[in-house]
């Protein structure tokens, strides 16, 4: 009796499963990959960082400089002149943070000691309605119905911050951070001739009586550069704005 053993065909070789060889190597791709991404996160986010701090660097700049030239370009106005005198609506005054300032006078500086920052005031006469603001941002409105004389005191803090006081008083205000150092020099007419200008610092201006003949200011506004610690990089950055005053061109 013959037995007939009948045998199923086997499965193709290498169905068993993955091994362990396969195995590791997808993990070291995966790793790989995952690194590459991470990588990628990384750098988005850096340049995404370094874009943002420039953006406000950018804007803080612009701050200052918008602020302090509207206000200085002003110094010294007054309304109606046909019938407003500098010498009335401008009285002698005198700060301890802005030193003094004689009838008619719109613009005076205090030079800091041992290179500190400079102190800069300007002053003028704003009617009602006329939208010409302080370094705040306050106009006089239409509804005041009267004359206002503004006067803006800009300083620099020991935290680097721009700071503002209104109408001579002691209460500043922040405007901006990151502010290391305001200087300020003048250029006047030291001959009377109207052409022979030279850019003096404030200390001399008063020392020469040479306000009235002020005719620029030259602001200089450095601001810490927040990409300082990059190689090649400095610690900071700085703009300079020639402002002319208004009436002294």
Known sequence: MNRRISSFPRGPRGQAGLGLVELMVAILIGLFLLAGLGALFLNMKQAFTSQDQLALLQDNERLVLTVLTTTVQAAGYFPDPLVNTAVTDLPAATGAGYGSLAAGQGLVGLTGASGASDTITSRYMTASGDGLMDCLGNV??????????????????????????????????????????????????????????QYLDAATVTSNAWWPQVRTAQITVTLANPFSAQTGQPASVAWTQTVNLMNKS
């Open 140 to 197: 006089n409105p239409a509804s005041s119905k009267v004359n206002k004389l503004v006067m803006n005191t800009f300083t620099v803090s020991a935290a680097n911050e721009l700071l503002c006081s209104t109408d001579g008083g002691t209460t500043t205000t922040p405007l901006v951070g990151g502010v290391t150092s305001l200087k300020v020099l003048y250029a006047t007419d030291t001959k009377g001739d109207g052409t022979a200008l």
